[in-house]
């Protein structure tokens, strides 16, 4: 997707260790979402983010949208295997459209 | 709670054949449903949105179409497959406009 870019495309982390991933937009965003999708099904929904500056955790994973809700993060802290898979943003973009970034892919390694 | 489903899991077509993919939802009413296209390493474009039976939305000119024969189903279909058709194909539904979208486990689509 062009509205959306994530960065990095693809991340190898030892387990334990902490990881940032990030996606930005050109526009400024309705909402911005979270996914984690395991390869070959379907996309779970991590959280969702509307309000500028606004901050959401759950377990391990905290996700941040900055104030001119353009650009959001994903950290993980003290990486599991089971975080493994592939980690997309998608956004709102109004009138029932959405788009989503090409995904970034976590490898957890023991 | 709500459930979506697809099927089938996996499809393998040839060229020209025509085509029809199902979703269903169920445990809501009057949900909003999208159906989205996953290329090998890519994101997810979306092809079609409908926020009501029979009101569908096209968001890139392509080989396929959608209709909404009931509030809680939605179909993909083609009358000629082509090779670009090929990819994995995944079905969502949310509450309404602006909501997070919860997917279906989606349909593998090799076109030989």
């Known amino acids: 997707s062009q509205e959306l870019e994530q960065s990095p495309q693809s991340l190898i982390v030892q387990e334990g260790k902490n990881l940032t991933i990030n996606c930005t937009s050109s526009?400024?965003?309705?909402?911005l979402y979270w996914y984690k999708q395991k390869y070959g099904e379907g996309l779970i929904f991590l959280m969702m983010l509307q309000k500028g500056g606004e901050e959401k955790s759950h377990e391990k994973i905290t996700a941040k949208l900055d104030e001119k809700k353009q650009q959001s993060s994903l950290h993980i802290t003290a990486s599991q295997p089971s975080h493994a898979g592939i980690y997309l943003c998608g956004a709102d973009l109004g009138a029932g459209k959405s788009t989503f970034g090409d995904g970034t892919t976590l490898t957890v390694k023991p | 709670s709500q459930t979506i489903h697809q099927w089938p899991a996996t499809l393998v077509q040839p060229v020209g054949s025509p085509l029809s993919l199902e979703c269903t939802v169920e445990g809501t009413s009057n949900p909003n449903l999208y159906w989205y296209r996953q290329a090998a390493g890519r994101g997810l474009q979306l092809l079609f949105y409908s926020v009501g039976i029979g009101q569908i939305s096209s968001e890139v000119p392509q080989n396929l179409s959608a209709s909404r024969p009931q509030d809680r189903q939605f179909i993909l279909s083609s009358k000629k497959l082509l090779l670009s058709d090929s990819g994995f194909y995944l079905c969502?539904?949310?509450?309404?406009?602006?909501?997070?979208?919860?997917f279906g486990p989606g349909t593998r689509l090799t076109v030989t």
């Open positions: 526009k400024t965003l309705y909402g």
């Open positions: 969502a539904w949310s509450y309404s406009i602006g909501y997070e979208q919860y």
